[in-house]
């Protein structure tokens, strides 16, 4: 993983010819489609996740199969991208998740801020350490490591015909999601208050 420079906010992302630009600006928009998590190692799960609750959670999201998934990607002019994603099993909700994307004057790489809601408590904001992403070239995707329950996820977001293929990885679990777009966003957002939470 590149080393993280320091974070600018640019005036316009549409004069910056960069590939974390140029990716979210395409991606930008709701999207929707069906995810699977797994436990791939049960023993080293129970080892890693700390708390009862947070076993319990797992274990539920594995059984219950394939969720919805839905997200949406928003890019501001003040640099910063939003992404939140939301799961759910026949309209119940399973989890609620908001990242802010801070692109790095390098052009390629960026830090992420994550919050998340899980079910039961699902209006509670749980916060997580800082992760960071690359975008190498995007017209292939962009990669993610990212602090959370129990380990580290490594997500790969990748471009294909139908749509973006999601996959992560952890030690001890996996996931997989494919989105098809519905809803293009092709206009920036302005960097108000309220969008620099």
């Not at 329950?149 to 997500?155: K, L, M, N």
Request: glycine share 8%.
């Amino acid at each position: 993983m590149p080393r993280i420079t320091k974070t600018v906010f640019p005036v316009s992302l549409k004069l910056i010819d960069a590939p974390t630009s140029v990716y979210y600006q395409f991606v930008s928009g709701n999207w929707t489609g069906v995810y699977r998590f797994q436990v791939i190692h049960w023993a080293a799960m129970r080892d890693a996740v700390p708390t009862f609750m947070d076993r319990m959670r797992m274990t539920i999201l594995h059984w219950l199969g394939t969720v919805r998934i839905d997200t949406t990607v928003v890019v501001f002019l003040n640099g910063r991208v939003r992404h939140t994603t939301f799961l759910s099993f026949f309209r119940i909700p399973c989890l609620h998740s908001t990242e802010w994307f801070l692109l790095n004057d390098d052009g390629r790489t960026f830090t992420v801020q994550m919050t998340q809601r899980l079910a039961p408590w699902i209006w509670l904001d749980r916060a997580f350490p800082n992760g960071v992403g690359v975008v190498e070239d995007p017209d292939v995707g962009a990669l993610y490591r990212l602090p959370w329950i129990g380990g580290e996820i490594e997500q790969y977001a990748r471009r294909v015909p139908s749509g973006i293929e999601l996959c992560q990885n952890g030690t001890w679990f996996n996931g997989k999601a494919y989105l098809r777009r519905v809803i293009e966003q092709p206009e920036l957002c302005g960097g108000g208050a309220r969008d620099r939470a």
